[in-house]
C-alpha cells in the first residue's frame, strides 16, 4: 500500500526566497512519485515526476525535487519564489505509473509575500 | 499531452436534484478517471472508466450514487445522483498520457466545481 504526508497545511514565503515544500511518502514497492500544481480554478498540472535513475528531477517553472530511499522524501524546492508559484501543491505517490493508482497527498498551499 | 474540457465549469443545486458532468478528451484514451476534491482536502479517485464495460469503483463509491457513461474513446460523464450538502466538491477528471512505462502521466481537466444548498 502506498500513502503520502504532506508536512505543513500552508506555507509562505517571501518572494526570491527560497520554496521548500515536504512530502514523506509510505510505499511496499518502489514508487513513483510526482508533484501536481492547482492553480485557482484551475485542473492539476504536473510539475515533475520520478520514476527511474536520476534522484534529483528538475520540473517545469524552476522547481525540482530529490527523492531520498533512505529518508523516504521527495521535498521540492525552487530557489527563489515568484508571485506566480502561489498555488496548490500535492505530492503523489503510485506504485505503478498508472494514473489509476495514484495516491495524493492533503496538499499544501503556497503563498508568495511581496 | 491530453486536453480535456469539462462541463460545467462550476454549478450551485438544489438538494436532491442530480448533476450530470461531462469530460471531453482532444484524443482517444483507454482509461479515464473521476476525483473528487472534497473542500480542503486532497483528491479522492471515484471509479475508473473504460469504454465498452462498466466503470470500476473504489471503495466507498456506487454506481448508484455516481453512475458513469463511457460511450466512445474520448467522451465521459459522471453524475452526481441525489445530492446532499456533502457532495459540494470539486470534481475533476483525469486521463493517462504519454507513451511507454516511464512516461506516462495523468493529466486534469480544469474540474467542476459543485455547491450543494
Known amino acids: 500500500a502506498q500513502s503520502v504526508t504532506q508536512l505543513g497545511s500552508h506555507v509562505s514565503v517571501s518572494e526570491g526566497a527560497l520554496v521548500l515544500l515536504r512530502c514523506n511518502y509510505s510505499?511496499?514497492?518502489?514508487?513513483?512519485l510526482f508533484w501536481y500544481v492547482q492553480y485557482p480554478n484551475q485542473g492539476l498540472q504536473l510539475l515533475l515526476k520520478y520514476t527511474t535513475g536520476a534522484t534529483l528531477v528538475k520540473g517545469i517553472n524552476g522547481f525540482e525535487a530529490e527523492f531520498k530511499k533512505s529518508e523516504t522524501s521527495f521535498h521540492l524546492t525552487k530557489p527563489s519564489a515568484h508571485m506566480s508559484d502561489a498555488a496548490e501543491y500535492f505530492c503523489?505517490?503510485?506504485?505503478?505509473?498508472?494514473?489509476?493508482?495514484?495516491?495524493f497527498g492533503s496538499g499544501t498551499r503556497l503563498s508568495i509575500r511581496p | 499531452s491530453a486536453v480535456i474540457s469539462q462541463k460545467p465549469s462550476r454549478d450551485i443545486c438544489q438538494r436532491g436534484t442530480s448533476l450530470t458532468i461531462q469530460c471531453q478528451v482532444d484524443s482517444q484514451v483507454t482509461m479515464m478517471f473521476w476525483y473528487r476534491q472534497q473542500p480542503g482536502q486532497s483528491l479522492t479517485l471515484i471509479a475508473t472508466?473504460?469504454?465498452?464495460?462498466?466503470?470500476?469503483?473504489e471503495s466507498g463509491f456506487v454506481i448508484d450514487k455516481f453512475p458513469i457513461s463511457r460511450p466512445n474513446l474520448t467522451f465521459s460523464t459522471l453524475t452526481v445522483s441525489n445530492m446532499s450538502p456533502e457532495d459540494s466538491s470539486i470534481y475533476l477528471c483525469?486521463?493517462?498520457?504519454?507513451?511507454?512505462?516511464?512516461?506516462?502521466?495523468?493529466?486534469f481537466g480544469q474540474g467542476t466545481r459543485l455547491t450543494v444548498v
Open positions: 510505499s511496499s514497492v518502489p514508487p513513483y
Open positions: 503523489a505517490v503510485s506504485a505503478y505509473s498508472s494514473a489509476s493508482k495514484i495516491i
Open positions: 472508466a473504460n469504454q465498452g464495460s462498466e466503470a470500476t469503483y
Open positions: 483525469s486521463v493517462e498520457g504519454g507513451r511507454g512505462r516511464w512516461n506516462t502521466e495523468a493529466f
